[in-house]
């Protein structure tokens, strides 16, 4: 199977969004010879199969959809799930402000469902490579069933340990964390990452917050910052335009930081306190 191709047809193997009445949407593996049933109708694949991205379709009973391609955020809500999972609104914030892309070696700490490991497995590209440490083997192994099913398995590597014991890389571009006590690892994750690395965390209440803050600044990562994400939609009509009744408000708090590596220059004791780095901050 494959994850957003570039062709501009359906091809057998590739992942394929079918979109109906009420935008009620399936998401399958395109393969030759087999069909999508569904409450308006038979599907053929091998109709699909061919026809270009964005055209319209119909089931046996004359049942109208549109034939896509699925973005990322497609497969993130579609994902399967046991666990909370990470949505759009943070993945692509986090993505863009840790600078991940194309080859890059990425850790995660906290696999899930897998949402988040999805997403830096296709950021990442065939070249990349995402490590995923998870201690609970039912949950890792739905993570591995949503990589398998979407054609990024390949990408990434899923270990099964508690992360108290450290991690087996080093040099790491990235790494996020989503744990309940993240103040607790920074030091091993900092092992982890490479000189200047970003770490994120994903930090669900503020006192968790501040016990991370001092940790971070105890072991020497700088630039921090803290924010969340609140996202509200639009009905998109013209003649009323106006926000829908509900809004993504509040799913976390997201906090960033940089391995750096400072030294005992004079000339450097003004940026260093300006961005926190010290050694008499006792973390808690």
Request: hydrophobic share 40%.
């Amino acid at each position: 199977m494959s994850f957003h191709p570039s062709s501009s047809t359906a091809r057998d193997g590739d992942l394929a969004q079918l979109v109906g009445l009420r935008h009620k949407h399936f998401i399958i593996n395109l393969q030759a010879g087999t069909k999508l049933e569904t409450h308006r109708g038979i599907l053929l694949h091998d109709e699909l199969i061919g026809k270009p991205w964005g055209t319209q379709v119909f089931s046996h009973t004359g049942a109208p959809f549109f034939l896509l391609q699925p973005s990322l955020a497609d497969l993130l809500s579609n994902i399967t799930r046991t666990t909370q999972i990470l949505y759009p609104k943070d993945i692509g914030f986090i993505l863009v402000s840790m600078g991940v892309g194309p080859g890059q070696k990425v850790m995660e700490a906290g696999t899930g469902s897998g949402s988040m490991t999805t997403a830096l497995a296709y950021a990442v590209g065939d070249e990349g490579r995402v490590v995923s440490y998870e201690v609970k083997p039912d949950v890792q192994n739905l993570a591995l069933k949503n990589l398998t099913r979407y054609g990024l398995a390949s990408r990434v590597d899923l270990k099964l340990r508690d992360i108290q014991e450290g991690f087996d890389e080093t040099d790491a571009d990235s790494f996020f964390l989503d744990v309940p006590n993240p103040w607790d690892f920074v030091q091993n994750v900092r092992a982890a990452l490479k000189p200047g690395g970003f770490l994120c965390c994903l930090i669900p209440t503020i006192n968790q917050v501040e016990k991370t803050l001092y940790a971070l600044r105890y072991n020497k990562y700088a630039f921090i910052d803290v924010c969340e994400i609140l996202l509200r939609h639009y009905k998109p009509e013209p003649a009323r335009i106006r926000p829908v009744d509900r809004m993504v408000a509040h799913t976390g708090y997201l906090v960033f930081a940089r391995r750096i590596e400072p030294n005992e220059d004079p000339r450097g004791k003004a940026l260093s306190e300006e961005i926190g780095v010290t050694n008499e901050v006792e973390a808690t």
